[in-house]
């Protein structure tokens, strides 16, 4: 049983930058694929980016170049850090984890069986 829990959000203006955190209760480097989803109202969740136990990042064509995911293993937390905010990355952030090597799916919320409860980030113009 992995728990998650997301901080970091909050509102900022366009061009902004803020850095979501997500603490896991256990140590998953080297063998959970960690990943971002969000939900913005009236829309489907969206993957937004993952990190696999190797390292390998994959982004959703939407945040590429401007969102990067990272993890500090001492720690057990896994990061977005996202800059030059639009109006349209307003939505509930997820952190998701599962004892996988991501791969094509990863942006597949159904393959996450754990979920932290989420972060809101809004973003105006």
């Known amino acids: 049983q992995v728990q998650l829990v997301e901080s970091g959000g909050g509102s900022v203006q366009a061009g902004g930058s803020l850095r979501l955190s997500c603490v896991a209760s256990?140590?998953?480097?080297?063998?959970?694929?960690m990943a971002w989803f969000r939900r913005a109202p009236g829309k489907e969740r969206e993957g937004v980016a993952a990190?696999?136990?190797?390292?390998?990042?994959s982004y959703a064509d939407s945040v590429k170049g401007r969102f990067t995911i990272s993890q500090d293993n001492a720690k057990n937390t896994l990061y977005l850090q996202m800059n030059s905010l639009k109006p349209e990355d307003t939505a509930m952030y997820y952190c998701?984890?599962?004892?996988?090597?991501?791969?094509?799916?990863?942006?597949?919320?159904?393959?996450?069986?754990?979920w932290g409860q989420g972060t809101q980030v809004t973003v105006s113009s």
């Open positions: 998701a984890a599962e004892p996988w090597l991501c791969g094509a799916s990863w942006a597949d919320g159904d393959a996450y069986n754990y």
């Open positions: 256990i140590n998953t480097y080297g063998t959970y694929c």
């Open positions: 990190i696999d136990s190797e390292r390998s990042t």
